[in-house]
């Protein structure tokens, strides 16, 4: 394949696919290094993509006849479990959902978990440094690796993959590309800790009328199993309603345990009405659900994206402001939903009659109010194509500065995955 694509323009290569766009499709770490250096050479820009499931646009080409797109859809080996240190390598275009199975099928447990598990890659979820829906427990994914390897645009490889679990022989590099978004260099390979799998995991459905109720279940609850306590989601009464089709007024929570224990936290819930409760199970019913709140939002024109996270206390301070702003400005539709556990909801919006003028007017203020309130505007979804305007406007200047340094160190000419991130 490389010798081929030396001999001919790479803008032609195989395989377009069918919106014209150049893939690339290579198979192993010494295919990517030729590839980016060749392209490094030509000045022709590359988008890694892997499931290609990201919220952000963080795959978008704005120029398709300056970029191809790199998939790592052919380097999906899982190489080794090393069951000594607990490490899982594997290559970067594996699924989450593969390495999830394997894990298992050895009694271990990969404890990253998204609702787009089945489609999105190894290499997408560290680039974007995925959350998902146990990150009260086990952290984002970054907490879970034990070293990557890397290719930079010019083809030079890091090879910073580990099965050492204390190694301070110099920084570790690969901790900066967990979040870069494809724009520092493109993930080959990464070394994955393992945790022993838990016996029992149990899930309840709950409803509850009051904000103030749920937050306090969930200290309740976190104080009382903060070993066991892997997922507290809240869907919002707005998003309950479109999707069940009759109006109710009530939050509805999921609220999960992983433990090597059989019992009961039905104690716990009786002064709440339990909607259904799962024990170990395969397919969930209640799961599901959740995954509907985010696959709906585009059908039921729940287009403007706001992607919070506030220290917890904060969070009722911004949902007071919210309902005012709503009193006063009555086209702005919400439909809020999330990982209140980890201090992260979805404050997501339709505008009727909507226009720029009225965006921005929301922007503005939910992004003030968060900084103000010490939050963040790209909890978990980074920030890609859509939001690539934010880093410059919310962030110090010494910050935006280091991250351009950061960014001319690794691809100098601004090939990889450009204006993503941060506008060129
Ligand atoms: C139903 C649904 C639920 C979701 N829930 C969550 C959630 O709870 N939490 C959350 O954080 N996200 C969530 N997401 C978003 C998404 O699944 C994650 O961002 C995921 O990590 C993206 O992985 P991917 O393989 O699809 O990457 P892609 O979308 O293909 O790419 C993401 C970014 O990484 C870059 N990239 C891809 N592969 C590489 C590589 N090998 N090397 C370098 N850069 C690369 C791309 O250029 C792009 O900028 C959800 C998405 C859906 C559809």
Request: hydrophobic share 35%.
């Given at each position: 394949m490389l010798k081929e694509i030396k001999h001919i323009n790479l803008l032609k290569l195989?395989?377009?696919n069918n919106n014209g766009s150049t893939i690339v499709f290579p198979k192993n770490t010494l295919e990517v290094s030729k590839l980016l250096k060749l392209c490094n050479k030509r000045k022709i820009e590359v988008v890694p993509i892997g499931g290609?499931?990201?919220?952000?646009?963080?795959?978008?080409?704005?120029?398709k006849t300056k970029s191809i797109l790199m998939s790592l859809?052919?380097?999906?080996?899982?190489?080794?479990?090393?069951e000594d240190n607990l490490i899982m390598t594997v290559e970067a275009g594996v699924t989450l959902e593969r390495v999830q199975q394997k894990a298992l099928s050895k009694?271990?447990?990969?404890?990253v978990h998204v609702a787009s598990h089945k489609e999105c890659n190894i290499g997408g979820n560290i680039s974007t440094n995925v959350g998902g829906l146990q990150v009260l427990k086990y952290g984002n994914i970054e907490n879970n690796i034990n070293g990557l390897e890397i290719v930079l645009m010019d083809g030079t490889i890091i090879n910073q993959l580990s099965?050492?679990?204390?190694?301070?022989?110099?920084?570790?590099?690969?901790?900066?590309?967990?979040?870069s978004e494809g724009t520092y260099g493109i993930i080959t390979q990464a070394s994955l800790n393992l945790l022993p799998k838990k016996n029992y995991t149990y899930t309840y459905l709950i409803e509850i009328s009051k904000f103030t109720a749920l937050f306090k279940l969930f200290k309740q609850l976190r104080s009382k199993y903060f070993d066991q306590l892997t997922s507290y989601e809240v869907i919002f009464p707005e998003p309950v309603s479109i999707l069940n089709q009759k109006y109710t007024k009530k939050f509805n929570i999921i609220v999960e345990f992983n433990s090597n224990e059989n019992k009961s936290f039905n104690n716990d819930f009786e002064?709440?009405?339990?909607i259904k409760f799962e024990k170990?199970?395969?397919?969930?019913?209640?799961?599901p659900l959740r995954t509907k709140v985010v696959t709906q939002q585009a059908e039921n024109s729940y287009l403007y994206k706001f992607d919070i996270s506030l220290p917890l206390n904060n969070w009722s301070i911004f949902l007071n402001a919210v309902k005012i702003f709503h009193k006063d400005n009555a086209s702005y539709e919400p439909y809020f939903f999330g990982h209140l556990g980890d201090g992260n909801l979805h404050c997501n919006y339709k505008i009727n009659n909507s226009n720029q003028k009225k965006y921005q007017k929301l922007e503005n203020s939910i992004y003030q109010l968060v900084i103000k309130l010490g939050?963040?505007?790209?909890?978990?979804?980074?920030?890609?194509?859509?939001?690539?305007?934010?880093i410059k406007k919310y962030k110090s200047r010494e910050h935006f500065e280091i991250l351009n340094k950061i960014k001319s160190l690794f691809d100098k000419d601004k090939l990889l995955n450009r204006n993503k991130l941060i506008k060129s």
């Open positions: 195989k395989t377009q290609n499931t990201n919220r952000v646009k963080g795959t978008f080409q704005t120029d859809k052919q380097m999906n080996k899982i190489k080794t479990i090393d009694a271990y447990l990969f404890p099965i050492l679990k204390k190694d301070n022989f110099g920084p570790k590099i690969w901790k900066l590309f967990c979040g002064k709440f009405k339990v170990n199970k395969i397919q969930s019913q209640i799961w939050g963040s505007i790209a909890a978990e979804h980074g920030l890609g194509y859509s939001k690539n305007h934010l």
